[in-house]
């Protein structure tokens, strides 16, 4: 890994080694700075607003509902282990954030064929809905938050914060499962 004056070697909090951090004291690489802060603003506004979308759908959703039915629809019927685990969350979490839905008839809990005692979930026809309705209303926000870029810098955009959401994904992952 290439490294920087202004960074140091310390260990990843996972313990992984070879992980790098800004170096304490007045010289303090000003991009991670400024990014750092940039983060946390991003996080906050993202809170305020629930980057929910515009329109009619706009806050109408929760983020764990549509990390859920989003997950559902890519991956159709799904065990709440294997939910659980291609979230990065535990069981008990996708259980308690699941119920709403089915309360609310976007998601179906059916016994797994094979074993009786797990359980399946599905995203139902409302639910598919419900989720088109909110991807509209997001794509709407980020067509308004991006006007005036470049389709160029939209991708670029997207590239760079796929690969932070990786990285932060990599760094919370259990060691030897990212």
């Given at each position: 890994?290439?490294?920087?004056?202004?960074?140091?070697?310390?260990s990843?909090?996972?313990?992984?080694?070879?992980?790098?951090?800004?170096?304490?004291?007045?010289?303090?690489?000003?991009?991670?700075?400024?990014?750092?802060?940039?983060?946390?603003?991003?996080?906050?506004?993202?809170?305020?607003?629930?980057?929910?979308?515009?329109?009619?759908?706009?806050?109408?959703?929760?983020?764990?509902?549509?990390?859920?039915?989003?997950?559902?629809?890519?991956?159709?019927?799904?065990?709440?282990?294997?939910?659980?685990?291609?979230?990065?969350?535990?069981?008990?979490?996708?259980?308690?954030?699941?119920?709403?839905?089915?309360?609310?008839?976007?998601?179906?809990?059916?016994?797994?064929?094979?074993?009786?005692r797990?359980?399946?979930?599905?995203?139902?026809?409302?639910?598919?809905?419900?989720?088109?309705?909110?991807?509209?209303?997001?794509?709407?926000l980020?067509?308004?938050?991006?006007?005036?870029?470049?389709?160029?810098?939209?991708?670029?955009?997207?590239?760079?914060?796929?690969?932070?959401?990786?990285?932060?994904?990599?760094?919370?992952?259990?060691?030897?499962?990212?």
């Amino acid at each position: 890994m290439p490294t920087h004056p202004d960074l140091t070697t310390d260990s990843h909090p996972r313990g992984a080694p070879g992980a790098t951090v800004p170096a304490q004291g007045d010289d303090v690489e000003p991009t991670f700075e400024t990014l750092q802060h940039q983060v946390a603003l991003f996080a906050r506004r993202a809170e305020q607003t629930r980057l929910g979308g515009v329109g009619q759908a706009r806050n109408s959703m929760d983020r764990a509902a549509y990390l859920l039915l989003n997950r559902l629809d890519q991956e159709g019927p799904t065990g709440v282990k294997a939910l659980a685990a291609g979230m990065g969350i535990d069981s008990s979490t996708v259980t308690r954030q699941v119920a709403p839905l089915v309360d609310a008839g976007l998601v179906s809990r059916t016994s797994h064929p094979e074993d009786g005692r797990a359980v399946v979930l599905e995203l139902s026809a409302r639910g598919a809905t419900r989720l088109a309705q909110v991807r509209a209303s997001r794509r709407a926000l980020m067509a308004l938050l991006t006007d005036g870029w470049s389709d160029a810098e939209r991708e670029t955009f997207c590239d760079l914060l796929t690969r932070f959401n990786e990285a932060l994904s990599d760094l919370h992952a259990p060691l030897g499962h990212s």
